[in-house]
């Protein structure tokens, strides 16, 4: 489990990441990033994770695979950049992929932070439509509307 401060908890926030985070694919996940501009550079950044029930049908394997990455990620805390918020999208691969396989493709997403960071935004089809609807303004939610 990751400490509290850098576990990235909000809808919001992972709204944000739909709309304003920078990709960068692995084999085993997707990576989202995004810089947290409100705060200070050297802040920790805050790691959230997500597996699809597209991907996994049973909430135990989705658990598993979350459980599995989040480990590796944890081991790993003294190379995650600061001052980002990361989102981890997982692939179904994650669940049989070896642990020493796992922490090399984090290893290698990490790396490639700096880099991603330069390039400019580009938005998915999907944030491109809302935002041209006016739903999304200046990309503050990208959520389900509440039932009445």
Request: proline share 7%; net charge positive.
């Amino acid at each position: 489990m990751l400490p509290a401060p850098q576990r990235l908890k909000k809808t919001k926030d992972f709204a944000l990441m739909a709309t304003k985070g920078r990709s960068i694919f692995g084999s085993l996940a997707t990576l989202r990033v995004r810089q947290d501009t409100k705060l200070p550079k050297d802040v920790q950044s805050k790691i959230g994770f997500i597996v699809s029930t597209k991907i996994f049908k049973r909430a135990v394997k989705r658990n598993l695979a979350k459980r599995r990455f989040r480990s590796a990620v944890h081991e790993l805390l003294p190379q995650v950049p600061t001052g980002y918020h990361l989102l981890f999208i997982l692939k179904p691969e994650t669940l049989t992929a070896d642990y020493k396989v796992m922490r090399d493709e984090i290893l290698h997403m990490l790396s490639k932070i700096p880099e991603t960071m330069t390039k400019p935004l580009r938005l998915s089809p999907r944030a491109r439509k809302e935002m041209g609807k006016g739903k999304i303004a200046a990309g503050a939610r990208f959520v389900k509307p509440k039932s009445k």
